[in-house]
């Protein structure tokens, strides 16, 4: 005796059946509990969107990161994002097994400041480079060193002219103390009080590196 749809009287020799109805209905039924327009938070200036944990660029992971923000209980595999709209293949898991659908959501962006473009803003910084020796050295040196912090995901804020040399001033002193490390710099540090912040004195670094 073949079981009919209780929606659309389909058989169970025409389709799969999750519970008492027909895929083609299940995939409606889902379609109709869905939004069509997902809000995402977008960082006016750099693009980037907030991703639950960070501020992202819009790569695949990160946009579907994101969309999990708003998607609950989906497994979500992006299919095209252009800022203003999003394809999705959803899936989610009922008894009977998985199912997947293709939707398409308008993107309302949120727009927001990130803290990194904030920081960028103000002239934040927390650790300046003093780079003195040869024009052409400490040209080299800067240059490596504003390569490497931008590839870090940190920024360098400013640089300064300085007598026989240039000041590098960068926004994340764990970045510069990486750095160090990986061109094998040697540095004499000091430290500056800048501040307290929960209860914790912040301080600044300054790097002195003779080339």
């Not at 109805?21 to 409606?28: A, H």
């Not at 595999?77 to 009922?94: H, P």
């Amino acid at each position: 005796m073949p079981r009919h749809c209780a929606t659309c009287s389909r058989t169970d020799s025409e389709a799969r059946f999750y519970g008492d109805f027909c895929e083609y209905c299940t995939r409606e039924k889902i379609m109709r509990q869905l939004p069509e327009e997902i809000e995402m938070r977008i960082c006016k200036r750099c693009q980037r969107i907030w991703t639950g944990t960070r501020f992202a660029a819009p790569t695949k992971k990160a946009v579907e990161d994101a969309l999990h923000l708003r998607l609950k209980g989906f497994s979500i595999n992006v299919l095209q994002f252009d800022g203003e709209t999003v394809s999705v293949e959803l899936g989610e898991e009922l008894k009977e097994g998985k199912i997947t659908i293709e939707k398409e959501f308008k993107v309302k962006q949120d727009k927001v400041v990130c803290g990194d473009c904030y920081k960028r803003a103000s002239g934040y910084w927390e650790a300046c480079i003093q780079l003195r020796g040869g024009e052409a050295r400490v040209a080299k040196a800067a240059e490596r060193i504003e390569k490497y912090v931008a590839h870090s995901g940190a920024f360098v804020t400013k640089s300064e002219d300085a007598p026989n040399g240039i000041d590098v001033y960068v926004s994340d002193k764990k970045t510069v103390n990486e750095m160090l490390l990986y061109f094998h710099m040697k540095a004499t540090t000091t430290f500056t009080l800048y501040g307290v912040k929960q209860g914790r004195r912040v301080y600044r670094n300054t790097y002195s590196i003779r080339l």
